[in-house]
């Protein structure tokens, strides 16, 4: 049997989670829920956090938690604590694309305060001594991070790799049925992208208009014409559409 097959027959029941089925928001979050409740299980783990990866503009633990069998009030806490954009565990996995496992208050942040200090003596309470981390990608570039905590040793590598795997799937099944913007209503033209490629590298449209050997009036025409379909209002927010439906 091969890796493959033996993390889809450890973590993947076909009866309980149908693949190739079309479930609304609220139950692809429960399917989501058990197959997550089954990789924590399988993996000797007792907790488990899937979230959206922190970001500038979104740091917030309560915001980006999408699934999460932390008690209450621990959630409660360190959403109140605002520490998850700067923790420990988010730091390192800032810095790798490699899982890493962290038994040194992952969760709370690096001063020595006494708020960090109530945070990892409840993390300890409730069990969550230790834990296994990485982030993922979707087809879509949105990142993402798995943690599973418990009091369990670090794993095998093979254990690791089971478990990676089995959340590429869990992770690729969400965010399949969870897509919402796959693409601009209206494709562009050759020419539409190729003007807003390099005005994405900083190049004026009589700049553009000599690199492709064109008038800056056909030039400055292709980008209106990609404004309107990326429904922009200016080249800086088209150029930011474009790089999100992967046009650039």
């Given at each position: 049997?091969?890796?493959?097959?033996?993390?889809?027959?450890?973590y993947?029941?076909?009866n309980?989670?149908?693949?190739?089925?079309?479930?609304?928001?609220?139950?692809?979050?429960?399917?989501?829920?058990r197959?997550?409740?089954?990789?924590?299980?399988?993996?000797?783990f007792?907790?488990?956090?899937?979230a959206?990866?922190?970001?500038?503009?979104?740091?917030?633990?309560?915001?980006?938690?999408?699934?999460?069998?932390?008690?209450?009030?621990?959630?409660?806490?360190?959403?109140?604590?605002?520490?998850?954009?700067?923790?420990?565990?988010?730091?390192?996995?800032k810095?790798?694309?490699?899982?890493?496992?962290?038994?040194?208050?992952?969760?709370?942040?690096?001063?020595?305060?006494?708020?960090?200090?109530?945070?990892?003596?409840?993390?300890?309470?409730?069990?969550?001594?230790?834990?296994?981390?990485?982030?993922?990608h979707?087809?879509?570039?949105?990142?993402?991070?798995?943690a599973?905590?418990?009091s369990?040793?670090a794993?095998?590598?093979?254990?690791?790799?089971d478990?990676?795997?089995?959340?590429?799937e869990?992770?690729?099944?969400?965010?399949?049925?969870?897509?919402?913007?796959?693409?601009p209503?209206?494709?562009?033209?050759?020419?539409?992208?190729?003007?807003?490629?390099?005005?994405?590298?900083?190049?004026?449209?009589?700049?553009?208009?000599?690199?492709l050997?064109?008038s800056?009036?056909?030039?400055?025409?292709?980008?209106?014409?990609?404004?309107?379909?990326?429904?922009?209002?200016n080249?800086m927010?088209?150029v930011?559409?474009?790089?999100?439906?992967?046009?650039?």
């Amino acid at each position: 049997m091969t890796r493959r097959e033996r993390a889809a027959h450890k973590y993947a029941d076909d009866n309980a989670f149908p693949l190739s089925t079309a479930v609304r928001t609220g139950e692809l979050k429960e399917e989501l829920k058990r197959r997550l409740e089954s990789m924590v299980k399988a993996a000797g783990f007792d907790y488990y956090l899937f979230a959206a990866f922190p970001r500038g503009d979104s740091t917030a633990f309560l915001e980006n938690r999408i699934a999460s069998n932390w008690p209450q009030n621990l959630t409660n806490l360190y959403g109140e604590a605002d520490l998850f954009y700067c923790s420990r565990l988010v730091g390192v996995l800032k810095r790798t694309i490699m899982p890493v496992f962290c038994d040194a208050g992952p969760f709370a942040g690096d001063a020595a305060n006494q708020e960090n200090r109530r945070l990892n003596a409840l993390f300890r309470m409730h069990g969550l001594q230790n834990t296994f981390g990485f982030s993922l990608h979707d087809a879509d570039l949105k990142q993402y991070m798995f943690a599973f905590s418990g009091s369990r040793a670090a794993l095998s590598r093979e254990e690791e790799m089971d478990l990676f795997y089995a959340a590429m799937e869990a992770l690729d099944r969400f965010s399949s049925e969870n897509r919402t913007d796959e693409g601009p209503p209206e494709n562009l033209t050759r020419r539409e992208i190729e003007c807003l490629r390099w005005s994405a590298a900083g190049k004026s449209s009589d700049e553009i208009a000599i690199i492709l050997d064109l008038s800056s009036h056909t030039v400055v025409g292709y980008l209106k014409g990609a404004m309107r379909k990326l429904d922009s209002v200016n080249r800086m927010q088209a150029v930011a559409r474009a790089f999100r439906y992967r046009l650039l």
